[in-house]
């Protein structure tokens, strides 16, 4: 079976720049999440995907924040503009159709700011 | 607000020897509890779930203890070995599936 696979899997910007992060979540697995990782942390939900509908964004920074689901797979995430502060790793999780089942991560994204 | 707090400084166990990492939650009434490991430039991987009403549960040399009186969560790994060293984070999830979690603990199991 497949993983979660994302890309890129580093990224560097200058600040007020634009940038995407891809995932493809493990087939068939209705659910998806975006987490931020910062250093040193565990990591942060910014939205919840079920198919392709949003179960939750309410961590999600709307103003420069953004994702889509399209066809209920793959999945972008995007950001614009960039501030320093989100630096960060992205990962993206997907989940089987049923409450309580363990996350699947990607490797992440590894996003520098400059 | 809720809180979620693991041992916060690096954990240094000798090899051999029972690892035991600590999670302890406020404000919060988690109807599971989930452990993950992550290493370096990777994403975190499942370990256990154990519910509110499952005092213990085990998989192979881990162990994971879930006492809702205490509010904490104890992660054990018996016969530790050098493989074992990574961060491991701790995950309450509520009965509305949100889940949180901890910053995680960074174990090293010394030769």
């Known amino acids: 079976e497949a993983g979660v696979a994302q890309s890129p899997r580093y990224k560097i910007i200058e600040k007020r720049q634009s940038v995407a992060f891809w995932c493809n979540p493990i087939?068939?697995?209705?659910?998806l999440y975006w987490y931020q990782q910062i250093l040193g942390q565990g990591p942060k939900l910014l939205i919840q995907?079920?198919?392709?509908?949003?179960?939750?964004d309410s961590q999600l920074p709307k103003d420069r924040f953004s994702a889509e689901r399209l066809k209920g797979v793959d999945s972008t995430l995007k950001i614009q503009p960039a501030k320093l502060e989100d630096s960060a790793v992205y990962l993206c999780?997907?989940?089987?159709?049923?409450?309580?089942?363990?996350?699947?991560f990607g490797p992440g994204t590894r996003l520098t700011v400059l | 607000s809720q809180k979620i707090e693991q041992n916060s400084e690096a954990l240094n166990i000798q090899e051999g020897k029972t690892a035991t990492l600590t999670c302890n939650y406020t404000?919060?009434?988690?109807?599971?509890l989930q452990w993950y490991r992550q290493d370096p430039g990777r994403g975190p991987v499942f370990l256990l779930l154990?519910?509110?009403?499952?005092k213990e549960k085990r998989k192979e040399r881990l162990k994971v203890t879930f006492d809702t009186t205490l509010k904490q969560s104890l992660f054990h790994i018996t016969a530790s070995q050098p493989a074992d060293s990574a961060t491991y984070l701790c995950?309450?999830?509520?009965?509305?599936?949100?889940?949180?979690f901890g910053k995680g603990t960074r174990l090293h199991i010394l030769p």
């Open positions: 154990i519910r509110e009403n499952e």
């Open positions: 087939s068939g697995h209705a659910t």
């Open positions: 995950a309450p999830e509520n009965r509305d599936d949100k889940i949180i």
């Open positions: 404000n919060y009434s988690p109807a599971y």
């Open positions: 999780a997907s989940q089987a159709d049923r409450a309580y089942n363990e996350q699947f």
């Open positions: 995907f079920q198919n392709n509908g949003v179960v939750d």
